[in-house]
T-cell receptor, first 115, second 110 residues
Framework: EAEVAQSPRYKITEKSQAVAFWCDPI?????LYWYRQILGQGPELLVQFQDESVVDDSQLPKDRFSAERLKGVDSTLKIQPAELGDSAMYLC?????????????FGEGSRLTVL | GDSVTQMEGPVTLSEEACLTINCTYTATGYPSLFWYVQYPGEGLQLLLKATKADDKGSNKGFEATYRKETTSFHLEKGSVQVSDSAVYFCALDSNYQLIWGAGTKLIIKP
């Protein structure tokens, strides 16, 4: 069964360092999402792509976060510099064409710990 | 704005007990509603959905009915198993963006 691939699974870094997360959605899924999930809370949308274009990045802290999906396939989310409050699970999801917004396929996530 | 409220957890039950996890929402219009499940160490998975009032979503023995009059989408299962231990999230589609509840942790004891 096709899956959304994410790496790394775990990342520990010191504050002020740069971190990057990678996501490869299910083949054919044009819509890709990055979410942040703080322990004990629901996911919070950071950015949504349709192919290579950003559809919604209104909740992305653009002073330190950036996201790209250059060829409309895989995507990278970067944080520079990392802050203590960025410790969270970063989730990538994709959405098959012709399905509802809420029918998402998630990766296993990348857990970030900032020391 | 639109919002989702779930019952706080953890919910602890014995195996074969009946389960209800409450979810209520506030929304303009009639959004689609979803339940997602997150098993330990795994990613979120869509469990079931309902797209209009009185629709019943079902999967893996779980059910939820879209109740417009009470703005609710409670998750139910008649007999839970240890393998159902997970965190359950209720969500709604608000203008093509998902609004999530905080999640309810379910612990099933053998």
């Amino acid at each position: 069964e096709a899956e959304v691939a994410q790496s790394p699974r775990y990342k520990i870094t010191e504050k002020s360092q740069a971190v990057a997360f990678w996501c490869d959605p299910i083949s054919g899924h044009a819509t890709l999402y990055w979410y942040r999930q703080i322990l004990g809370q629901g996911p919070e949308l950071l950015v949504q792509f349709q192919d290579e274009s950003v559809v919604d990045d209104s909740q992305l802290p653009k002073d330190r976060f950036s996201a790209e999906r250059l060829k409309g396939v895989d995507s990278t989310l970067k944080i520079q510099p990392a802050e203590l409050g960025d410790s969270a699970m970063y989730l990538c999801a994709s959405n098959p064409p012709g399905t509802e917004t809420g029918e998402l396929f998630f990766g296993e996530g990348s857990r970030l710990t900032v020391l | 704005g639109d919002s989702v409220t779930q019952m706080e957890g953890p919910v602890t039950l014995s195996e074969e007990a009946c389960l209800t996890i409450n979810c209520t929402y506030t929304a303009t219009g009639y959004p689609s509603l979803f339940w997602y499940v997150q098993y330990p160490g795994e990613g979120l998975q869509l469990l079931l959905k309902a797209t209009k009032a009185d629709d019943k979503g079902s999967n893996k023995g779980f059910e939820a009915t879209y109740r417009k009059e009470t703005t609710s989408f409670h998750l139910e299962k008649g007999s839970v198993q240890v393998s159902d231990s997970a965190v359950y999230f209720c969500a709604l589609d608000s203008n093509y963006q998902l609004i999530w509840g905080a999640g309810t942790k379910l612990i099933i004891k053998p």
